[in-house]
């Protein structure tokens, strides 16, 4: 089975800190991805990856950065962290080849105080 | 553009009873079509998927979906809900690895069921 692990399942932070949300995948897959999510809004994509060192803004980047120095993790990163980055975060993963049929892991949900 | 609408916000069903949740893409080529289901505080897991073929696909969990293109719609089906079942779903339009999109999913935002016993 695939799995995609992320670090925390609950973060709380204050303003201003830096925070830094991990993932990691065992599928070998080539594309990464980053989402957060909010009631009535559905998922959005922050920042997505298809190789090692690459990455590519998705719709709501502001505020974010990521990096993805190994394969098999992606790293989300609030590099000042506002109250208006409380959410749900969700990272996925999905092969390079074919059909993107991406798998989940289980969710971050960070307050920022 | 991309888009994928589901009209229903939120759905209450009484256990037993059969279910449909709508959904509708908005996509220039065949699409590739999903489902995928969340529970309270939980990932996505997927439920199903259409790529090519049969019309009609079955999931996980009783759940099947029927992709009709003249109707661009995608609907979701289970003819005896469970109060397992009542969580969020979520339907998504993907483009394939193809002309740059490096396999990118379009949600929806979402329906979430409850389940009355």
């Known amino acids: 089975d695939v799995k995609v692990t992320q670090s925390s399942r609950y973060l709380v932070k204050r303003t201003g800190e830096k925070v830094f949300l991990e993932c990691v995948q065992d599928m070998d897959h080539e594309n990464m991805f980053w989402y957060r999510q909010d009631p009535g809004l559905g998922l959005r994509l922050i920042y997505f990856?298809?190789?090692?060192?690459?990455?590519e803004k998705g719709d709501i980047p502001e505020g974010y950065s990521v990096s993805r120095e190994k394969k098999e993790r992606f790293s989300l990163i609030l590099e000042s962290a506002s109250t208006n980055q409380t959410s749900m975060y969700l990272c996925?993963?999905?092969?390079?080849?074919?059909?993107?049929?991406?798998?989940f892991g289980a969710g971050t949900r960070l307050s920022v105080l | 553009a991309q888009s994928v609408t589901q009209p229903d916000i939120h759905i209450t069903v009484s256990e037993g009873a059969s279910l449909e949740l709508r959904c509708n893409y908005s996509y220039g080529a065949t699409p590739y079509l999903f489902w995928y289901v969340q529970s309270p505080g939980q990932g996505l897991q997927l439920l199903l998927k259409?790529?090519?073929?049969?019309?009609l696909v079955q999931g996980i969990k009783g759940f099947e979906a029927e992709f009709k293109r003249s109707q661009s719609s995608f609907n979701l089906r289970k003819p005896s809900v469970h109060w397992s079942d009542a969580a969020e779903y979520f339907c998504a339009v993907g483009t394939g690895n193809y002309g740059g999109s490096q396999g990118n999913l379009i949600f929806g935002k979402g329906t979430k069921l409850s389940v009355k016993p």
């Open positions: 990856s298809y190789d090692v060192k690459m990455k």
């Open positions: 259409y790529f090519s073929g049969d019309t």
């Open positions: 996925a993963s999905s092969t390079g080849q074919g059909i993107n049929i991406q798998y």
